[in-house]
């Protein structure tokens, strides 16, 4: 596993160091196309017409086309998909405005789609700048941007409010870099996810701020070679594995998440898992993490269920295993702060917690880990956790 992380550490960096300032010689504004960007005209008409532009325009060289958004004005769209593939190699679209939904259905023209802004079949698209995506709260869209099949897919810098459930989904992409995002929803607002990864690969979240209603990042079936790093997460539900689905099979692995913040927020590192499910949760790290007054800091739950269904006791569970939390210390809201409920016909396997430290929020009361069919071990770490083996070497 540590072959593993380190591998996917060092294709991180290298991946890194592509992101920077694109420099274009084939520009299209959206101006140009007849959007006016006053937040009360339709521009989604023009934004059409910019993309189509840019996706058919063969650059040379290693000339990157790019669509330029223009500041100090607000686009109104329409659900809107922009697609693929671009006769370009890579094309870059630069947001240093605001692009704004309608607020209410009455206002659309076309039927209720499954996302507002959706991108698919566009390799190597850059997504940047210094602008505002802004769904408004609709609740028509279940995601108000998406991206599918955008293998090396960069996206960073923008700020997203207002989404009605996730702001961002990605799924069936290799290779994408998410970076310098600041997302922001109500701490009540419902399955406002921040950042939603399926079906994809080599996946890097970082240096991101994201408050929202549920999850600051959750993981998908499919989600493999994912690593998550300088978080603030809060409000939210923290950042989780799963939920994997009821009754289906799942699989996530090699994710690696290190030195993220949870500050009041419901859960920190959290794995959850329906009953009655098959496949695998493996190979996944939480590393030096800090957390300030977070109710439930440590979960992994193999018998989820949210209150919604009746969920009726499975002998079937998503197989939990090769799971490290280490580095782990601050405050917790709730006297639990360690949470361990597995299966009782298979379990957890080799789950490790070492160097934890948590405390109540309230100096004079404890906190305590509770444990249920988990096996593996545990080394310096307050609460202890009765289940697992106190090892007979230190750990390193």
Known sequence: ?????????????????????????????????????????????????????????????????????????????????????CKSKS??????????????????????????????????????????????????????????????????????????????????????????LTIIAPDESPNTDGINVANSTYVYIHDSKIGTGDDCIALGTGSSNVRIAKIACGPGHGISVGSLEDGAYAAVE???????????????????????????????????????????????????????HDCAKQSKAVLVSNVRFTGFRGTCGNEEAIKLDCNRISGCQNIELVKINITSTVPSKKVYASCNNAKGNSGSTVPTVSCLKYPTRPFI
């Open 254 to 308: 090699n994710v690696y998440v290190r030195d993220c913040s949870f500050n009041g927020t419901q859960n920190g590192a959290r794995i959850k898992t329906w009953p009655g499910g098959s496949g695998y949760a493996r190979n996944i790290t939480f590393e030096n993490i800090t957390l300030t007054a977070t109710k439930n800091p440590i979960i992994i739950d193999q018998q989820y269920c949210n209150g919604a």
């Open 1 to 85: 596993m540590q072959d593993i992380l380190i591998s996917f550490f060092i294709f991180c960096i290298a991946s890194s160091q592509l992101l920077g300032i694109v420099y274009s010689k084939t520009t299209f504004d959206v101006v140009k196309f007849g959007a006016v960007g006053d937040g009360q005209t339709d521009d989604s008409e023009a934004f059409v017409k910019a993309w189509k532009a840019l996706c058919g325009a063969a650059a040379a060289g290693d000339d990157v086309p790019t669509l330029t958004i223009p500041g100090r004005k607000t686009f109104l769209l329409q659900p809107s998909e922009f697609e693929g593939p």
């Open 91 to 180: 094309v870059h679209v630069q947001v240093s405005g605001n692009l704004m939904a309608p607020k209410t259905p009455d206002a659309w023209k076309v039927c209720p789609p499954y996302s507002w802004l959706s991108f698919r079949n566009v390799d190597n698209l850059i997504l940047d700048g210094s602008g505002k995506i802004d769904g408004q709260g609709s609740a028509w869209w279940s995601k108000a941007l998406q991206f599918h099949r955008c293998d090396h897919l960069r996206l960073s810098g923008l700020t997203h409010i207002n989404s009605p459930r996730s702001h961002i989904g990605i799924g069936t992409s290799n290779d994408v870099d998410i970076s310098h």
